[in-house]
């Protein structure tokens, strides 16, 4: 589909022409689209993700502890699986592993029925958790997540993923509830892979609402935090919440970027921060070293 076409169809979270309609009208306020990776297939993602990256940010992880990995806006699981498969070089008709040794990841998402799939469908339960949880409810947040870590003595995650929510958090929480959510991640992961939507999702997703005869978003004449939405939140993050931007693996097909940060304290250091937001290529630009 041509990137104008997307837009015109609501880029964002709208399912593809042909497909049937699966949103009721009102549906999906949080992008909790039930069949979100139809359309957005976790492929165009992992093809950006070199499958070496947690072996290498995290060498010594298999001798002591398992890398732990937090996936907050997990939808239905299914980019929490491809992604458990792409990082531990599962081959696609693989579908039960005993590495759970090696990796583990806790996926939350707001919506308990995508959960309840994703739980369901999961081929690893050993390796990945499933639960329901609005990350910007700090107690439950706190609570269930502390209960996860401390299975295995620690305070933070080594990764955390945040893939294509920061937008959802956005027009629901508005500037400063982006701002908090940022923060609360940073202060929880060691390194963050993030996909922002950029700003044209916004208005098309507004444009959604308002075809459908619903109100705006709350937030979203008020937003101050707009236009370029990667650099804002490369800033937010590096300037605000002590991270630094170690590369951006490069673009989906929908124009999202895939980037990732450490934070600051983090001694453990394999990756050179080469290219920051330039577009592109990046995965060839890439260095590791030991
Ligand atoms: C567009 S989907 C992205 C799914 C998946 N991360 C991906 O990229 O394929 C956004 C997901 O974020 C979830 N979400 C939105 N706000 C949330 C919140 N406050 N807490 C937890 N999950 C949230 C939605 O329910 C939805 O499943």
Redesign the pocket.
Known sequence: MAASARENFGV??AASEGEPRVLEPGAAP????PH??RF?P?EQ?LRLLPPELLRRLFPQGPQTKPILGL??????G??SVALYKHFLALREEETCSDASGELRLLC????PV?VERAEKECPFPDALTFIT????NQRRRKALLGSFLSQFGCSVFDIG?C???TM??HL??GDRGLWEFLAHLSSLCRYLLV?PQPWKCYRAAARRLRKLGLHDFDHFHSLAIRGDMASQIVKILTQDHGMELVCCFGNTSWDRSLLLFRARQTTETHLIPESLVEEGKERNRLRFWR
């Open positions: 964002e979270e949080f992008g909790n689209f979100y990776s957005h976790p993602r996936d907050v806006g997990c939808n239905s299914d980019l939350c998402d707001i919506d995508l949880l609005d990350f910007m993923f893939m294509s929510i959802w958090i629901n929480h996909e």
